[in-house]
C-alpha cells in the first residue's frame, strides 16, 4: 500500500497513512496522540495532519479529547452491535453485486490476496492478515461498482478496524 501512497498529493498520503495506522490497529483503541506526534509518525506536514486528523474525526475513526489530542475510540457493545448489523446489510449485497460483475483479472486477485492471507496466519503475522484480509476484501467490494456501498464498509471496517487487531492477537 505504501507505493500507492506515495504518489499521492501530500494531504492524501498523510490521510491514507493515517487511516492506515487506525484501520490495522497500530493505534488502538483509547490511544491518544497529538498533531505533533502522528506528524512525527509518518513523516507528515503539521497542516496535513491536522486535516486528516479533522477528516478521520468526523468519519468516527477519532474522537476528540482534551488538551489538543484526538484518541482512537473504545468499542462498547452496542456499538460493536450497531457495527455487525451494518456490515451484514451491506456487505453481502456488495459481494452479490461483484459476483454478477466478475472478471478472471478481478478472480485472480482476489486468489492472490486469499494465498497472502493464509500465509500471514501460517506466520502469525496479524498485522499482514489484516492488511490483506482489508485488500482481499475491498478488492471483492471494489469490483461491485456501487460507490454508496463501498463508503459504506469503508467508514465500518476503519471503526472496528483497532479493536480487530486486539482481538487477533
Not at 493505534?27 to 502522528?38: C, F, H, N, S, Y
Request: aromatic share 6%; with cysteine; glycine share 8%.
Amino acid at each position: 500500500m505504501s507505493n500507492t501512497i506515495s504518489k499521492l498529493p501530500e494531504h492524501q498520503g498523510v490521510y491514507r497513512r493515517i487511516r492506515n495506522l487506525i484501520l490495522f490497529g497500530t493505534l488502538v483503541p483509547g490511544q491518544a496522540v497529538t498533531i505533533q506526534g502522528l506528524a512525527d509518525l509518518i513523516g507528515g506536514g503539521m497542516t496535513p495532519v491536522r486535516e486528516a486528523i479533522r477528516r478521520l474525526t468526523a468519519e468516527g475513526a477519532l474522537e476528540a479529547g482534551g488538551n489538543r489530542r484526538v484518541r482512537v475510540p473504545q468499542i462498547t457493545r452496542t456499538t460493536l452491535e450497531e457495527i455487525a448489523f451494518a456490515r451484514l446489510a451491506v456487505e453481502p449485497r456488495l459481494t452479490e453485486l461483484a459476483a454478477g460483475r466478475m472478471t478472471d483479472a478481478c478472480l485472480d486477485d482476489l486468489r492472490a490476496h486469499d494465498a497472502q492471507v493464509d500465509e500471514a496466519i501460517l506466520t502469525g503475522d496479524i498485522e499482514r492478515y489484516l492488511e490483506y484480509n482489508y485488500r482481499f476484501h475491498f478488492r471483492l467490494y471494489d469490483q461491485a461498482d456501487a460507490r454508496i456501498l463501498r463508503q459504506i464498509a469503508a467508514s465500518l471496517w476503519l471503526q472496528i478496524g483497532p479493536s480487530l487487531r486486539i482481538v487477533c492477537g
